[in-house]
């Protein structure tokens, strides 16, 4: 898909002279790849569109949902200041393995780089920098509980590696949970896939999405708060987990 036919895609949440915000697909890049430069991405799609555009924030290419960019250096500034002091609000809804004993709760937990596995961070209690989610749960399915999450610092990775710590990865996380997709037949137990012909999985990407950001805007002098609706593959996996494995005791 071209830029130009990749940005008619995807749905434009909210836009003014300062700042416009996206409902990122998964797969999409935020910035252009360090060692791919010609593969598509917001930024650069952006850039074409608006001629200046400058990134706040980024969202990891397999998660999906609401990004902001600014238009001009003083929405840039002003609101890259914000996210430094920890001033806007992001939820994400989260989906992990298993049940947490705590319904609700924070992981304060250091992060920093990996450098055995470059883009890539890990646990570390001697030298990374503090890192602090906060959860709460909102469905238990039989394997799996939806989370919303928030985020109180802005680490690589945070949510992902936060949750692998405590030994409920997200569902699906190639690098930091192993598994690559969820199927049908995993869910509906008498369900059999078709004998000529290779099941497609339900979902094949991170189960994140970022569904809500909040700040205060500089120059309407409010605070302005933008939502993401969730993608297909997203709401078919949890309308099958809502209908075929809800967790018996679920409170």
């Known amino acids: 898909m071209k830029p130009d036919e990749l940005i008619e895609e995807i ?22 790849d360090r060692f791919a430069r010609g593969i598509p991405n917001l930024y650069d799609i952006l850039k074409e569109k ?8 980024r ?15 003083e929405a840039h500034s ?15 809804l989260a989906l992990i393995t298993g049940h947490l004993r705590n319904k609700q709760g924070r992981i304060d937990i250091p992060l920093s780089e990996n450098p055995k596995l470059p883009g890539t961070m890990k646990v570390d209690y001697e030298n990374g920098k503090r890192s602090i989610t906060e959860y709460r749960v909102l469905e238990e399915f039989e394997n799996f509980s939806l989370l919303e999450v928030r985020p ?22 190639p690098v930091y949970g192993g598994r690559q997709e969820i199927f049908l037949s995993e869910i509906k137990k008498k369900y059999k896939p078709k004998e000529d012909e290779p ?10 999405h970022a569904l809500r950001l909040g700040f205060f805007h500089f ?33």
């Open 78 to 92: 002003d609101l890259s200041e914000k996210f430094e002091e920890h001033e806007v609000k992001k939820i994400y």
């Open 152 to 173: 109180l610092t802005g680490r690589m990775h945070q949510i992902r590696v936060h949750f692998k710590a405590i030994g409920h990865p997200l569902a699906i996380d």
């Open 59 to 73: 969202l990891d290419k397999e998660t999906s949902g609401v990004i902001c960019f600014a238009k001009n250096e």
């Open 11 to 32: 749905e434009t949440i909210y836009e003014d002279e300062d700042f416009i915000v996206l409902n990122k697909p998964a797969g999409v890049l935020t910035i252009p």
């Open 219 to 251: 120059r309407k002098k409010e605070y302005v708060e933008f939502e993401a609706r969730l993608p297909k593959d997203f709401e078919s996996l949890l309308k099958q987990l809502r209908k075929y494995s809800v967790k018996e005791d679920n409170f």
């Open 50 to 57: 608006y001629g200046e555009i400058f990134v706040v924030h």
């Open 199 to 208: 099941e497609k999985p339900l979902m094949s990407r991170l189960t994140l």
